[in-house]
């Protein structure tokens, strides 16, 4: 479900860099590539207007998107660890360490016969 979101949100990133490119900051944009004044009488003018509606829709829909994305992968991530995986000082059970290993020491056969052995 997570990622179903997040390919949607990324989607409608592309898509709102694509209404914000094609918008004009000066009011013209796409309607003044069809003719200027005269489309004004046709009703073209309405282009900023569904391309400013459309650009805060993807903005809505990424922000409820990452909100509502951060929400489902808290849920995720609580159902799945327990209360003993959290808290740690809650562990009764110390961790076994392994038997220590007492090796006899010998003196290597190169040293000569008045050399101590190494010691650990």
Not at 20 to 48: A, R, W, Y
Not at 85 to 97: G, I, Q, W
């Amino acid at each position: 479900m997570v990622t179903t979101i997040l390919i949607l949100m990324i989607l409608a990133a592309i898509l709102l860099i694509v209404v914000i490119l094609i918008q004009n900051p000066k009011g013209g944009g796409l309607s003044s590539e069809f003719g200027g004044g005269s489309s004004q009488m046709f009703g073209v003018q309405k282009t900023g207007d569904i391309l400013e509606k459309l650009t805060w829709g993807f903005f809505a829909f990424l922000l409820v998107g990452a909100l509502g994305t951060g929400i489902l992968a808290r849920l995720d991530s609580s159902s799945q660890t327990s209360d003993s995986d959290v808290n740690v000082e809650r562990s009764t059970t110390a961790p076994t360490l392994p038997a220590p290993t007492t090796a006899p020491v010998t003196a290597p056969s190169n040293a000569p016969a008045g050399t101590p052995a190494p010691t650990k």
